[in-house]
């Protein structure tokens, strides 16, 4: 395989290149290590490549997932936020309406209270002024009654 030769011709630049004295490092040719390492590239067997192709698609899908993820969870949290507002508004609507109905229950009360001491006060008006009508038609028929004798006698 071309790689492995490649990879021997780069380890064997390195043993032959020239000790730099004083130092454990070396001089190597640049240029011919450059050409080496274009050689490996090109000859990575194309496995390699989809390897790395499929690794970075991995990451792309990775990333966008999570993406996707805390898009779902962030409207998750809208909704129940929104449900609880809701909830929340559906039980101060319940309050409120329950309020409202005691009140207008007793306002009906005090209004039928109110209606009954008005009917009962006007009855008894009316008795009043019906009885005085009579008594005045009493004291005007007699009257009459009087004058009629008198007229006979």
């Known amino acids: 395989m071309i790689v492995y030769e490649r990879l021997a011709s780069i380890e064997k630049l390195l043993e032959e290149a020239r000790k730099l004295p004083l130092s454990s490092k070396v001089m190597i040719d640049s240029d011919e290590l450059g050409i ?6 090109v000859s990575l067997p194309e496995e390699l490549k989809q390897a790395r192709w499929i690794s970075e698609e991995r ?8 993406v996707a993820a805390d898009d779902i969870i962030t409207e998750a949290q809208d909704k129940v936020d929104e449900h609880e507002l809701v909830r929340m508004a559906r039980q101060k609507a319940e309050g409120i309406m ?3 109905n005691q009140e207008s ?3 009906l009360e ?9 009917r009962s006060a006007a009855l008894e008006y009316t008795e009043g002024l019906l009885g005085q009508v009579q008594k005045h038609l ?11 004798r008198e007229l006979k006698q």
């Open 105 to 107: 229950a007793a306002i």
């Open 138 to 148: 009493e004291d005007f028929t007699d009257t009459i009654i009087e004058n009629r």
């Open 98 to 100: 329950a309020r409202a």
């Open 36 to 41: 080496l390492i274009k050689e490996i590239k």
């Open 59 to 66: 990451k792309k899908i990775i990333t966008e997932a999570q």
């Open 110 to 118: 005090e209004a039928r209270t109110t209606a009954a001491t008005i």
